[in-house]
């Protein structure tokens, strides 16, 4: 199975300031169809996942455009330029290029100081 | 809108099973599989399986294999779950989560374990 190794695991960040969050994969995540299938995930507390990235780096409709993925091969990024008070939450990686089983990374909590 | 709806929270007793539904409206039920995962108290996501609603082929996670069983409703739109011999450790939140990059998620279902 791909492990997915995210850090940090806690994020104390001040309002509008950046954070960045790093995921990395134990093998290559780039499909043999030539994408690579890294997602991002936010989960606010007592909230169900809300998926934010696909295919590394494309938002779904309606996030925010200060959060951003960036990556590849192994290594993926989630920014977000300027920290809202709503972004406090956990934020997963997920790969989905060598299934199944899809994994996860461990989550990182953003907390606002 | 597209919407996944779980059904209620469930406390069972150690050696019991479970059945988790998850009823989808808004798109077309049989156009994408359905996952399931859970998340235990303060942990991340663990994939169980899936089903393709379209033909009721299913795929288990290795660690789950002979325990869990993914059916559906294709009159009602709905995927159940069925965990059986449950024990401390199946005490976690069960989703239901639409394939296409797990884009769409039910709401979660608290399963607690105890005697």
């Known amino acids: 199975d791909v492990v997915m190794t995210q850090s940090p695991l806690s994020l104390p960040v001040t309002l509008g300031q950046p954070a960045s969050i790093s995921c990395r994969s134990s093998?290559?995540?780039?499909?043999?169809?030539?994408?690579?299938?890294v997602s991002w995930f936010q989960q606010r507390p007592g909230q169900s996942p809300r998926r934010l990235i696909y295919k590394v780096s494309n938002r779904d409709s309606g996030v925010p455009d200060r959060f951003s993925g960036s990556g590849s091969g192994t290594d993926f990024t989630l920014r977000i330029s300027r920290v809202e008070a709503e972004d406090v939450g956990v934020y997963y990686c997920m790969q989905s290029t060598h299934w199944p089983p899809w994994t996860f990374g461990q989550g990182t909590k953003v907390e606002i100081k | 809108q597209v919407q996944v709806v779980q059904s209620g929270a469930e406390v069972k007793k150690p050696g019991a099973s479970v059945k988790v539904s998850c009823q989808t409206s808004?798109?077309?039920?049989?156009?994408?599989?359905m996952h399931w995962l859970r998340q235990a108290p303060g942990q991340g996501f663990e994939w169980m399986g899936w089903?393709?609603?379209?033909?009721?082929?299913?795929n288990y996670a290795q660690k789950f294999q002979g325990r869990v069983t993914v059916t559906r409703d294709t009159s009602i739109n709905t995927v159940y779950m069925e965990l059986s011999r449950l024990t401390s450790d199946d005490t976690a939140v069960y989703y239901c989560a639409r394939d296409g990059g797990f884009d769409i998620w039910g709401q979660g279902t608290r399963v607690t374990v105890s005697s």
């Open positions: 089903i393709n609603p379209n033909t009721g082929d299913t």
């Open positions: 808004g798109y077309t039920f049989t156009d994408y599989y």
């Open positions: 093998l290559s995540l780039v499909h043999s169809d030539g994408d690579t299938y």
